[in-house]
């Protein structure tokens, strides 16, 4: 039995090619839901064609803080030390709890494969930026994951080159299972409803821990969005805990008070993706939207110093180090960092699954 542990939006847009083609293949697999984000995740199930969660481990508000986090993770790990039997179901030998990426979700479902005896599998296994404080946690959270897991799907040779000092078997899926995600998206936006603006924009998506949590650093990302907007309308897609942070440090109201930057909520993937299709530029800070902004070829500014990720450095993405130099170039100069999209040879998903039925049989 496969079991497949989710518990945020961008894990379930990139393990939903494994679950969609798991249904087309008619083979089953428990689906078990943490809990840590449950909005728009419906919508992302009806997106993608995904059977709801056979089992809800948290059915609470969404998990966004650190303290809030801890005590999450340790009322779902005794849980599973009492209730492992219903979480888990068939008690195969050979069972593999699949985990992706790099939030609490996936340290929290490697830890319950691990108490319920099963062997654990990583998804988007390899990454790494080599600074244990960025991304903070999430590079800790890595680590962690390497160090209990038994398969690893890496998303390219250079992931599964940092994996030498583990043991356990390391399969190279050459890119993620976000193309295949991907791929789907742009053959459904034309039913997306989501309003395009008329005009040149750039595309803004912030979210990350080390960004929205001190006023410091968001204030330097708020006057840099200012700047930028004298050159270029912004489209500003505010993440729930983004915007909370943007009201509680009162920042919100720099942005409303701007004519050419519009806010607008969170949208499911679909119409984000009809929204990155068409902007002229990307503004992020995630490493799953500078993986999607490579296969598309479009430019992109990183706000970060540092990243996990290869994909599109020194071609369509530019790491800010929140210079305003850096970032004033990249505006003035977007253009030359145009690229045509990656074409897919060899679906990520489909490497994976070949894989899981070799290990389970």
Known sequence: MIHIVVGTKAQLIKVAPIMAALQDQQVAYNFIFTGQHRETIGELRKNFGVKAPDIVLYDGRDITGIIQMFFWMLRILFKTIFQRQKIFRKQGKNDIVLVHGDTFSTLLGALMGKIAGKNVGHVESGLRSFNLLHPFPEEITRILTFNISDYYFCPGL????????????????????????????????????????????????????????????????????????????????????????????????????????????RYDYFNFIKLLLHCEFLITDGGSNQEEAYYLGKPTLLLRSATERREGLNSNVVISNYDQQIINNFVAHYKQYENPPVQ?????????????????D
């Open 158 to 265: 250079w992931a599964l080159q940092n994996l030498q000092q583990y043991k356990g078997v390391k399969i190279n899926t050459g890119y993620n299972t976000l193309l295949d995600a991907l791929e789907l998206a742009k053959k459904k936006t034309g039913l997306c409803t989501v309003e395009v603006p008329d005009g040149p924009f750039a595309l803004v998506s912030l979210h990350r821990f080390e960004n929205i949590f001190s006023k410091k650093k968001f204030r330097i990302i708020i006057d840099c969005l200012l700047e930028i907007s004298q050159h270029v309308h912004i489209l500003f897609i505010l993440h729930p805990p983004t915007e909370v942070k943007l009201k509680s440090f009162n920042f919100y109201s720099l942005l409303e008070a701007n004519q050419n930057i519009s806010l607008r909520p």
């Open 344 to 360: 897919l040879e060899n679906s990520p998903t489909e490497i994976i699954i070949s894989s899981l039925s070799q290990f389970i």
